[in-house]
């Protein structure tokens, strides 16, 4: 039981790193949608860069510098060009897709190397979402750049008119996503399954994506919701051992997105907007064109 | 009076344009200063460079008959000038307080939200408004959305307020009360407010002195003390307008429009109009005032056949059409005019041709074998064009490249082509500048002596005053009385439509 604990909350630390930065990313006002080919690249840098060196930390620093770059593609499409978001998001995903499958498949096995110690049995990655989840919330709410990033995101002209750098605000924003997306792919490749093969993120990158609407934009949600669905996850791949024979694991792994749905579904009820307001940054995939 | 800001021989041009013409502007400390003009007369390129946010080609800025320069934005606030947006440019989702210490230099590191506040507070008590510093923007009303946009330009120690058609989208009690305490404030605490509009009774009423721009030009420097409406029209338009025929729109013929206890639900799924009654002859303006939110964009939504009848009948010339749909109607002669000229009335990425189309595609006339007649249409377009003074170089023009006023005179020219026998024009004149407006309304009284009904709703109380034959004021979705010309001064009306809720507030 603690081991399936254990390794559940494993993969919720994936979805929750890759998700909070793209939460950060939504909160400025930018969606992208390639989170699942961000985490591809980062977990395939990783793979190949500590293989060849032997050397984990290495492994994260490519993955973080890939990461940083793919945000600085996305950032330039839809903030610089103004592009649609989703389309380069989904461009970022596609590219990514091939671009990992070709260059990893000469690596295709197990990353041979001993596994990342976990102080105190707890899994480290999850530690430092936790930490992160608890640092962004800081950010958001309690301090002026965090106020200027939620500004940026519902309002990017009110903000450029307070005199806050809408476009600079929004690439750290995006950068920030893109290098948690990619450790969060790393965190995959090196440490929960240290093996390379075909296309081994499956569809994590769009679970963690349900997960920041799921959030409605809250870290702290965001991390209850990373850890349910973490556990969701990981008894799917033996669902007998909670309810056996009930439902196959592909159900199980469906539902993340049926939970999100009904969700999404009460947030923009007019009786959720008129309690709460809107969850959504209003500015949420609009690119901003000055004046 | 010592002058604390002037401007000096600025000019900018624009591509094409001259947008400033050595123009020269006093203000002089203490008061409120009025900039004038009509759309495009240059009011917000000389505000943009007195904010820094456009550098003028020639000319300079004094302050306190200091020479200044402001390169940007934050030059001119941190000489202690603010400029006070249109509501837009705050964040919905923010609290009150968030949005004023937005941008503000001291929020560089971690918010220390509770120094703010009280700041904040005691600049609310200074000032005198009452304001829940914690509140949502969203949840409040344009009003106070306005007072949050001048806070946040004192908090930033702004002492000359620049606002920019502070009242455009307030309701008229609303603008009463911000322009009251804008005085107070001025006369006070020594702020100086400098105030760009097109809205003549606001420079009357509110301000101490008024430059008029015309055409890039200023055309007049005066006390308000010493002027006139009329001088000023004068001024900004270079001629007189006619104000149009005045009197009864003709001898009323046949009733045209009947209405029966109609009611419907609003957006939220509430009661929005609850039971409404009246009938319209041939040849009469029936003006609907109301302040926003009442139930009278339901009410011409429902006439339209956009919003279906909870209740209530709709009779046109006898024929019961409650459940007809929107097409049916156009074609049965109502014509609409929504209050939306660039969401509703037309597509801004069309052309002037296919917006006409939109109110013909169904006309036999202009549909041949399933296919519009585009040579038919772009020949009735131009007639409209020419017809109704739209300034435009060719029918093929995208909609979204006409002015306001010309817009709005394209959708006029467009409704009244099919000779309606029942017209709703919703808000008409809202945003027009003086030409444009006097033109709208000349149209709606030939539209009502060529035979039509019209059901005019309007926040404008002059405009309801001046047209309707008919007068109602609307509240809570509901007629609060059926005033004929005679009775119908603005002050009954405004208080039956504002004044009202006051009392009942009062009571309870």
Redesign the interface.
Known sequence: MWELAVRSLEVSAILLLAALGELVGQRSGVLNVGLEGLMLFGGTVAFIATQATGNFPLGFAAALAVGALLGCAHGFFSITLRGDQVVSGMGLWILSFGLTTFLGSPYAGPLGLGRIESPAGLPPFFVLGVLLVAAAWFLLY???????I??VG??P???E????PVAAIRYLCVVAGGVLAALAGAAYTLSYNPVWNYNFIMGWGFVSLALVFFSMWNPWILLAGASLFGLMWQLSLSPELVLPGILSRYVWRTLPFAITIPILVVIST?WFR?RW??AK??ALGQPYAKG | MEVVLAARGITKRFPGVLALDRVDLEVPGGEIHAVLGQNGAGKTTLMNVLFGLVQPDEGALFLHGRRVEFRSPHDALTHGIGMVHQTRRLVAAHTVLENIVLGHPRVRGVLSLRDARVEVAALCRRYGVGLDLGARVWQLSEGERQWVEILKALYRGARVLILDEPTSVLTPPEAAALLAGLQAMVRGEGVTALLVTHKLPTVMSACDRVTVLRAGRVVGRLRTAEATEDLLVRYMVGRDVAPGPAGPSGAPGRRVLEVEDLACLGDRGVAALRGVSFALREGEILGIAGVAGNGQEELAQVLAGLRPATAGRVRLDGRDITRLPPVARWALGVGYIPAERTEVASIGAFSLVDNTALTYHFDPAYVRRGLLDDAGLARLTRRIIDGFDVKVPHPYARARQLSGGNLQKMILGRVLSRAPRVLIAHLPTQGLDVEATAFVRAQLREAAAGGAAVVLISEDLDEIVALGDWVAPIYEGRFVAWLGREQADPETVGAMMAGRRREWAAAR
Do not use: C, M
Not at chain 1, 161 to 164: D, L, M, Y
């Open positions: 309690r301090t002026g750049p965090g106020l200027a939620r500004s519902e309002n002209a009110a903000a008119a307070a005199g806050i007019p008129t307001g809107l940054p209003e």
